[in-house]
Every structure is written in structure tokens, then in C-alpha cells.
């Protein structure tokens, strides 16, 4: 038998205890062993609840059993989680976690931890809720050098962006309505200015490049300044707007970005709609691989946290070798940083900054009469900044997708 203790009994955690008792015949089987939740932590009570029965209070009375093997931490935030989770691997017991924000702050230390002990420390819904990203990079994906991996990795934005570009809505409007049906936080602030996306970029790129990427390092711009206006053009252009994590190999230096860009048909991305994640990943062997599915949500998260338990419950005292050391990855100055950018420009402006920012032609909508925009030539961020600086009238500019 093995004994779990789960830390905190929110939306995940509730929904980690209801995958694990409606699955468990086909869990068991998977893990070779019985999976025994032993153990909630929770300050709250939940009157009426079967949970009742293996509620704790005190996270000490976790770490001095002997009995529990895997501690499954999906309180949020860094800490306490942070300390909960070092003392448990300290103990001897495995971790696996749906926090991102511990993971991106702290990952590092606490996997050189578990290969101390020879125990596991695993994240797999840190990014992208239900999709099995992490396992794919750590284990299938082993046999190529990863160059890029760009992603919808924030449900709530894709949402937003999304019944902005369908109904026309004005972004206020669209936070609201999100905000109403629960994809979105009272503060929505780690959604819509893009730090959510940031921690997956910097975990999902730590692991594919082998290589500490700090979430502080990565520039990121969110999606608050995105109109009506833009989705408008967007739409005569054939191209939609999403934010994008990414992080790429250029000429053997890297560099890595949240912001939101337009996306034409072609891109694998351009499909992924509504509240779902879609992860792009190019391989030197492999090419293009894309994976696509429910990035957030109750089940679909608890359920890649349940197949972190079975993978450490088959490795009880065998540390999983995982791709991520302590050296830092170097990334190239975003004014080094090459593409396209769409500009958009007040009417009596455009064509001079067209002109002045390399433009073949300009766009003209009917309903706005006093502004054109325009898609510049290829250059690098410092440059536009240094043209652009040039020109008056500047309205917007949201990069492209190349």
C-alpha cells in the first residue's frame, strides 16, 4: 500500500481525492500498488464531506508519519507550500505539485533535493492543466535538441482574446464576463498581464533546454492594451490575436517572451479557441509537434496530478532523472531579438510611417476612417524602437507570428 497526504482541499485538491476514489481500480492497477489517501490538510472543516474522516490540520502530523510516502502539494502560492513541500522531501517523501508559482521559484532546489534523497519531486500540471507536456519533454521527447516552445498557456486570456475577436467586445467587457463565469480571478491581474504564462514558459524551457531559466529574465507583456480595433484588423487580415510563451533557438543564443501576437491561419496555434492551451514544440529530429488540450479546470488538473502520484508510487526509492540544473540560461537582449511587427497609425501619419518603418502596404478599414496600420519588414525589437520613435501617430503595435 501506498499512503498519500494531500495538501490543501480547494478545486484541485478536492478533485484530486475524486479522481483517485472514482478511478482507483484502474489507478491501482497502473501503479502496481493500492494508492491510500491518508491524509487532507486543510485549516478549514467540511461538515458533511467524507474527507471529514482524514482531515488534519497540522501539516506535522504529515511529516512524522512514517507511513505516508507522497505528499501532493495544491495549496497555491509559494509559501507555505514552499516549506511544506522542502520538508517533506527532507523526510524522505516523494512531492508532486500543480503550483506553478513554487515550481517556477524554487523547482530547482527542490529537485536537487529528491535526487539526494533518490525520491521524486514532480509538476506535470504546473503548465497546461491536463496536457502532458512535462512528461512528453522529460522522457519522450529525449532523443532531440528542442529549439522552440510557443504556447497558449493561459485559459483565461485565450478566453478573452477570443470572444473579443468574435463579438467585437471592448476588453473590460470581456474581463467582466469572465470573471462572472469563473475563468477568471477576482484579481485577474497574473492572467491578463501575462505572469502565469510567464512561470509555465520558464519551467517548460528549464526542462527543454536543460537549463535554469529565471521567470524574472523573460520579458512579458499582457493583453490589456488589445482593442477592438486590433481584433478588427485582425480579421481583414485573415490573422487572429493570442498570447504567446515562447522560447526559442537563434544562431545558438536563446530568447524568450510573453506578449500578445497576431497569428495567421497557418500557424498550429491559430485554432486552439476558447479556454483551451495549445503547446508548440520543434525538435532537430523530431520537426513539429503540437499538443493541445484543457489547461486548467478541476479534473483535467487533478487528473495529470493523480498520474504524478502513480509514476512516483512505481519509483517509491528511485529518483526519475529530469532535464533541469541550477546553471542559468543566457538570453540574448530583446533588442537583438528579430521579427515582424503590426503597426497601427492615425490616418494624416501612415503613410510616412510606412515609409519610415519599412511597409509594403497599408490597411484601411471602412468603420475607422482615421487610422491605417500597416505589417513592417523584418527587423530586429531595437530597431522598430529606434524607427518608431521617428514617427507620429503611433496608435498600437502587437507583434507577428512568423
Not at 31 to 52: N, S
Not at 294 to 305: R, W
Request: glycine share 8%; with cysteine; net charge negative.
Amino acid at each position: 500500500m501506498v499512503n498519500i497526504a494531500v495538501l490543501g482541499y480547494g478545486t484541485v485538491g478536492s478533485g484530486v481525492v475524486e479522481v483517485i476514489n472514482t478511478n482507483h481500480e484502474s489507478i491501482n492497477k497502473r501503479a502496481g500498488d493500492e494508492i491510500r489517501i491518508k491524509y487532507v490538510l486543510d485549516l478549514r472543516e467540511f461538515p458533511g464531506d467524507p474527507v471529514q474522516e482524514i482531515l488534519v490540520h497540522d501539516f506535522d502530523v504529515i511529516l512524522n508519519d512514517p507511513e505516508v510516502d507522497i505528499v501532493v502539494e495544491v495549496m497555491g502560492g509559494v509559501e507555505p507550500a514552499h516549506t511544506f513541500a522542502k520538508k517533506a522531501l527532507e523526510a524522505g517523501k516523494s512531492v508532486c505539485t500543480s503550483n506553478k508559482a513554487m515550481v517556477a521559484e524554487c523547482g530547482s532546489e527542490l529537485m536537487q533535493i529528491a535526487r539526494e534523497k533518490d525520491i521524486n519531486f514532480l509538476f506535470e500540471a504546473s503548465c497546461g492543466g491536463g496536457i502532458p507536456i512535462i512528461r512528453a519533454l522529460n522522457a519522450s521527447l529525449t532523443a532531440d535538441e528542442i529549439d522552440e516552445i510557443t504556447g497558449i498557456l493561459n485559459g483565461t486570456t485565450n478566453y478573452m482574446l477570443y470572444k473579443m475577436a468574435r463579438e467585437g467586445s471592448d476588453f473590460a467587457d470581456v474581463l467582466k464576463e469572465a470573471q462572472a463565469m469563473g475563468y477568471a480571478e477576482a484579481d485577474p491581474t497574473a492572467d491578463i498581464e501575462g505572469y502565469d504564462a510567464c512561470r509555465k514558459i520558464a519551467i517548460l524551457s528549464s526542462l527543454a533546454y536543460g537549463k535554469l531559466l529565471n521567470y524574472r529574465d523573460i520579458y512579458t507583456e499582457g493583453i490589456t492594451k488589445i482593442t477592438p480595433q486590433d481584433m478588427a484588423y485582425a480579421g481583414k487580415l485573415g490573422m487572429t490575436i493570442k498570447l504567446l510563451a515562447t522560447s526559442k533557438k537563434v544562431d545558438g543564443c536563446f530568447y524568450a517572451m510573453v506578449a500578445p501576437f497576431l497569428l495567421g491561419q497557418d500557424s498550429p496555434l491559430y485554432s486552439v479557441n476558447d479556454v483551451f492551451n495549445g503547446i508548440f514544440v520543434h525538435g532537430n529530429m523530431l520537426g513539429d509537434a503540437m499538443f493541445y488540450g484543457s489547461g486548467a479546470g478541476k479534473l483535467p488538473t487533478a487528473s495529470a496530478v493523480v498520474a504524478d502520484v502513480v509514476d512516483e508510487a512505481k519509483h517509491l526509492h528511485r529518483n526519475i532523472m529530469t532535464n533541469w540544473s541550477s546553471h542559468p540560461l543566457n538570453l540574448k537582449p530583446m533588442d537583438e531579438v528579430e521579427g515582424r511587427f503590426f503597426v497601427r497609425v492615425r490616418r494624416e501619419s501612415a503613410q510616412k510611417a510606412l515609409e519610415i518603418l519599412g511597409a509594403s502596404r497599408l490597411l484601411t478599414l471602412e468603420e475607422l476612417p482615421d487610422e491605417a496600420a500597416f505589417i513592417t519588414s523584418v527587423m530586429t525589437q531595437g530597431e522598430y524602437a529606434k524607427r518608431a520613435a521617428a514617427c507620429e501617430g503611433i496608435l498600437s503595435m502587437i507583434r507577428v507570428k512568423d
